[in-house]
């Protein structure tokens, strides 16, 4: 497919000016550099220039790149033109990330804290032998009375069998993710409704009917993509006349990629998703196969909530096995699920005495209230706009049509649903699950054309553990799970920080004592800053492992361990564009600069300091385990490799000839994604023997389980068996707080860690704030004006402001004001002058946070011009 980057940036200023700034960085950089490396010979010999492919290193989908070098320095970064992700093109931040190879204000060297914590750092330099035994000797300490309490936290995994699997694994520490302000609240109820890893998003190349459900269209990514991807296949799809209605706040990201807008009322996402389901049932739009063969949908539900289950016969403990019930018509009489093909979708029925209903008929029952009026009252929605999607879906859901790829035929319902970030809201989890039932009553889930998970479609670990969830009795490890807080828990690490400062509250012992801090800077990039800064008061010891001096290791680290950004070998790291099988490795374009090492060379050597790399349960036991090295491609358990080394015996698991394949070529293309592994109708069994949960009955049992252990109504109100509706608590503010705050991202940035790059800073230079016209002038605010944003938390009454300038658009619901999240640090001259962050008022913890512990992003505030105090 051939999207050029002209034909995108028509609705994409961002990516325009990104074009514009590259000849200016990009020309003056490739001489300055190219005199720097030696100037000397550059007088007397011809330059050598060469090219090196590697992957983007910045952004999230690790596009490939080809580095262009003179004399050995890269001093251009272009798109890798066989890569299957980005096909030959780069976002802003692929360009621009040239500059944070020869930032000077990297850290050059370990450091060492030579002051108290808790302040801006002072510190003294160190070698790595010095760091690293500082670091190795303050972990054995708590490994050796309990290897959990030393946690290891990272934000961007680019190896995760190295870091997240081997690393943990060998040292037995305790791990924490970003998830939580990310996605995961999707994640998870795709994992509990269908099974599948990952959150939703379309078969862009035969999808026709698109909701762009609180997807930022042209400045941020989606599910399993960062940005390039998603686009150059829309505009594909909008070229053969894809249809996109576009559900969000705001517009602006949407452009003239989007037939309809329909500007959401912010965390009423649910409520939509509802009257969706009740207007696709009243209208008739049902696909009765899917639903009776491949969901719980007509399973029978007794008045108690729960299934009735039959014997069906004895295990080898001698314990009576049971199945869920069906009712067969032929018969008059429940039989185990499974057994029969057409079993009863609707009905009540009486057997021994008790009465049972179809969940398809309570799920019926639930949403029959859920009308395009009701919702219009909550969502700020018209109700003929409600019920014109509704018929739009399910007309172009063409139910019962199939089509044939690779020679399957296969169910065709070319309707579909992308979100991703819009998850992190305070019903997210069952707004997601209610979502997830719009595409399900017409049989579109892993339908061609329909919504997709994932590029494969496979059952993620969490799927059989959701049907039976664990509430124990304390005491809590301090992430809560399995607790009567969290039945389901993604590892939030807000509220690890406030279990952390108040572990009592929370019925935990023990809370961890050392923090190895992976590429993330949580005093800056997560919200509710206090919060976060009162738990990292409580470690006793913290190394970080970054290129840059964070906000948070200026704070808080009592080691800062040099990591090299590009220039390492990092992977195995997937090239897919969700059609193409691929693989890639990032290969390091030159040396690390300064006294830098990758990550991977920086574990090899804790792992050695701590007495943790060799022999049977050591790093590289975990690392063969982790790559699949076995036979004559395992490391041996008793010789330190190199990076290279280790790669090079993967890349030969591949069938390619070592590492020097992807030195020269950066990619492995293995051909395309057979359908029978793609689309979750094809795969054999279908969906690969998932059952999709309609009726959540694990999650009724969890809440009456919380309900005994003494857990407070904030915390199980919304474990119902289907997504219910109730009144969000950010709206509990004072009337005076009359807007909600949102965030977004912009595609020039990627969280903290671009701020302070030149060119993304020249395109985005800083904070504001966007207001409504009608917004801006009830309070005498002019575009440009300095404002305070105060926020109020409706649960502790406590207040925040920042300060900002106004910006004013159309774009955007008259009350709803937004802010874009990248900014806010300090540690970096770039950052000077940039603004504050919505991070420091939005809130974590009870009310702002998700069942599952997934931070929200939503919050009550009121804004008004700086020359007002109060």
């Known amino acids: 497919m051939k999207v050029t980057r002209r034909r995108f940036v028509q609705g994409s200023a961002a990516a325009g000016a990104a074009l514009a700034g590259r000849k200016f960085l990009f020309g003056d950089l490739e001489s300055v550099v190219a005199r720097a490396a030696n100037p000397a010979s550059s007088r007397q ?19 490939g790149m080809m580095a262009r070098r003179i004399d050995g320095r890269v001093v251009k970064f272009e798109g890798h033109p066989d890569n299957p992700r980005n096909a030959g093109t780069l976002c802003p ?32 330099e160190a070698s790595w032998a010095e760091a690293l035994a500082l670091v190795a000797e303050r972990v054995n300490e708590v490994r050796a009375r309990n290897p959990k309490m030393v946690l290891w936290q990272k934000g961007r995994s680019k190896a995760e069998k190295l870091y997240d699997d081997a690393f943990v694994n060998a040292i037995g520490s305790s791990k924490l993710g970003h998830g939580a302000y990310c996605s995961d609240a999707g994640y998870r109820a795709m994992e509990y409704t269908i099974g599948v890893h990952g959150v939703q998003n379309p078969d862009m190349r035969s999808t026709n009917y698109l909701l762009a459900w609180g997807w930022n269209i042209t400045n941020a990514g989606g599910n399993k993509f960062c940005w390039i991807t998603w686009p150059q296949q829309l505009v594909a799809a909008r070229d053969r006349g894809m249809k996109v209605v576009h559900i969000d706040p705001r517009l602006r990201s949407a452009g003239p990629f989007a037939d309809t807008w329909l500007p959401i009322k912010p965390g009423t996402d649910l409520a939509l998703a509802l009257a969706l389901c009740q207007q696709l049932i009243e209208f008739g739009y049902l696909d009765r196969p899917y639903l009776t063969k491949h969901t719980n949908a007509p399973h029978l539900v007794g008045t108690d909530g729960l299934f009735l289950r039959l014997p069906v016969g004895i295990d080898e403990a001698g314990a009576e096995v049971t199945a869920e019930a069906v009712w067969d018509p032929a018969t008059g009489a429940p039989v185990p699920a499974g057994s029969i093909g057409d079993p009863a979708l609707e009905g009540t029925f009486e057997y021994q005495g008790a009465s049972y209903s179809t969940a398809f008929d309570l799920f019926k029952a639930h949403v029959a209230d859920s009308t395009p009026e009701w919702a219009a009252e909550i969502t700020g929605l018209q109700a003929t706009d409600i019920r014109n999607v509704a018929r739009d879906f399910g007309d172009n859901a063409m139910i019962g049509s199939t089509t044939v790829v690779d020679g399957v035929e296969i169910p065709y319902r070319p309707v579909a649903i992308m979100s991703y970030h819009m998850a992190q809201q305070e019903l997210g989890f069952q707004a997601l699950r209610a979502m997830t039932m719009v595409a399900m009553l017409v049989g579109a889930v892993g339908a061609v054309g329909g919504l997709m998970i994932d590029n494969t479609w496979s059952i993620y670990k969490n799927y059989e553990p959701f049907a039976n969830l664990a509430v124990n009795d304390p005491p809590y490890d301090f992430t809560l799970k399995n607790s009567k807080y969290f039945p389901i828990n993604t590892g939030f690490p807000g509220m690890v920080a406030k279990v952390m400062a108040d572990p009592e509250r929370y019925g935990v012992e023990e809370i961890p004592e050392v923090a190895i801090v992976h590429m993330t800077n949580p005093v800056v990039a997560y919200p509710d800053r206090r919060v976060i800064m009162e738990g990292y008061d409580k470690f006793k010891f913290v190394a970080v492992i970054s290129p840059w001096l964070s906000e948070t290791a200026d704070y808080y680290a009592d080691v800062v361990l040099p990591a090299a950004t590009i220039e390492k070998y990092e992977g195995p790291i997937s090239a897919s564009d969700g059609y193409t099988d691929a693989t890639t490795l990032r290969i390091p374009p030159m040396e690390p600069l300064f006294e830098s090492k990758g990550e ?110 003494g857990a407070e109504e904030i915390y199980w109100q919304d474990y119902t068996a289907f997504p219910t509706w109730r009144q969000l608590t ?121 069942q599952t512990a997934d931070q929200t992003f939503h919050v009550k505030v009121r804004v008004y011009p700086a020359g007002e105090e109060s």
């Open 93 to 124: 931040k692929g360009e621009a990330q040239i500059v944070s190879i020869y930032d000077p204000n990297r850290v050059k060297t370990p450091l060492v804290r030579s002051n108290a914590k808790g302040a801006s750092g002072e510190w003294r």
């Open 45 to 63: 010999l011809p330059l050598v220039e060469d090219f090196i492919p590697t992957t983007c290193w910045v952004g999230k989908q690790d596009c």
């Open 730 to 850: 950010f709206e509990k503010s004072p009337p005076e707080y009359d807007l909600t705050l949102i965030s977004y991202h912009q595609i020039e940035h990627k969280q903290t860690r671009t701020a302070f790059m030149p060119l993304l800073a020249e395109l985005s230079p800083g904070s504001r704030v966007d207001l409504n016209p009608s917004t801006a002038k009830a309070r005498a605010i002019e575009h440009g004006d300095e404002v305070w944003v105060e926020s109020q938390n409706a649960i502790t009454g406590e207040t925040r402001r920042i300060r900002t300038q106004a910006a004013i658009t159309s774009s955007i619901r008259p009350d709803t004001v937004g802010m874009p999240h990248h900014f806010g640090g300090w540690t970096h001259p770039g950052n000077e002058g940039q603004g504050s962050s919505p991070n420091e008022i939005f809130y974590t913890g009870e009310g702002y946070m998700c």
């Open 600 to 709: 991977i060379d920086i574990y090899l050597d804790l792992c050695e300091a701590m007495g943790t790399l060799y022999g049977e349960g050591g790093y590289l036991e975990w690392v063969n385990k982790g790559l699949k090295l076995e036979g004559e491609f395992a490391l041996p358990l008793d010789k330190k490799p190199t990076v290279r080394e280790i790669f090079d015996l993967w890349a030969k698991t591949q069938g390619v000839e070592g590492v020097s394949y992807f030195e020269e070529n950066g990619v492995l293309v293995k051909g395309p994604i057979a359908a029978t592994k793609r689309y979750g109708y094809a795969v054999d069994p279908p969906f690969a023997g998932a059952l999709h949960r309609l009726y959540g009955e694990s999650l009724l049992l969890a809440q009456r389980a919380m309900q005994d252990k």
